[in-house]
T-cell receptor, first 115, second 111 residues
Framework: KAGVTQTPRYLIKTRGQQVTLSCSPI?????VSWYQQTPGQGLQFLFE???????NKGNFPGRFSGRQFSNSRSEMNVSTLELGDSALYLC??????????????FGPGTRLLVL | QKEVEQNSGPLSVPEGAIASLNCTYS??????FFWYRQYSGKSPELIMF????GDKEDGRFTAQLNKASQYVSLLIRDSQPSDSATYLC???????????FGTGTRLTIIP
């Protein structure tokens, strides 16, 4: 079974631009979560989508948004990029089993550099 | 108090010895606990998960959970240089619908 895929793998943008990242979950997985990872802050939760609905959201400004499609693929968008948005953006998918027993599998990440 | 706390390390362990990684969490309602390994420049890779109090063994890895003490640990027996990585503890709390990660412990196995 193919793993989680993310595109693009690397991205360079300038301040003020916007960016869209894509994530394809493991086949059959319905939940997609997004994380931002930086050396100083570690892994921080952005949001989670399940069946095209945002189920939870982390403490990030409204410039960060996402969506999920009917095939469970997900995109996240960051508008008006700032230097501090430079990070590794990770997508994780899980097969929702209920009872809080969700095992998340990570994609390779998209490394975003904002200049 | 952070929701999930780990000693950032670095933790240095001789090859062949046991590496012990610790994690504490603040929410008593937390139900599921995960250990991920992350090599430099790579994404986190799931090593183990544990839901019930006690020990869970998988090869050289043993996860230990003590819900009363809000403590979860990972033991790596017969440590190998390839075990050198950052180990992330993650906690899932029903109702939060999200995984909360610790900042990770950097482990170095010395040949």
């Amino acid at each position: 079974k193919a793993g989680v895929t993310q595109t693009p793998r690397y991205l360079i943008k300038t301040r003020g631009q916007q960016v869209t990242l894509s994530c394809s979950p493991i086949s059959g997985h319905r939940s997609v979560s997004w994380y931002q990872q930086t050396p100083g802050q570690g892994l921080q939760f952005l949001f989670e989508y399940f069946s095209e609905t945002q189920r939870n959201k982390g403490n990030f400004p409204g410039r960060f948004s996402g969506r999920q499609f009917s095939n469970s693929r997900s995109e996240m968008n960051v508008s008006t990029l700032e230097l501090g948005d430079s990070a590794l953006y990770l997508c994780a998918s899980s097969l929702v089993e209920g009872q809080g027993r969700e095992t998340q599998y990570f994609g390779p990440g998209t490394r975003l550099l904002v200049l | 108090q952070k929701e999930v706390e780990q000693n950032s390390g670095p933790l240095s362990v001789p090859e062949g010895a046991i590496a012990s990684l610790n994690c504490t969490y603040s929410d008593r309602g937390s139900q599921s606990f995960f250990w991920y390994r992350q090599y430099s420049g790579k994404s986190p890779e799931l090593i183990m998960f544990i839901y019930s109090n006690g020990d869970k063994e998988d090869g050289r890895f043993t996860a230990q959970l003590n819900k009363a003490s809000q403590y979860v640990s990972l033991l790596i027996r017969d440590s190998q240089p390839s075990d050198s990585a950052t180990y992330l503890c993650a906690v899932y709390t029903f109702g939060n619908e999200k995984l909360t990660f610790g900042t990770g412990t950097r482990l170095t196995i010395i040949p």
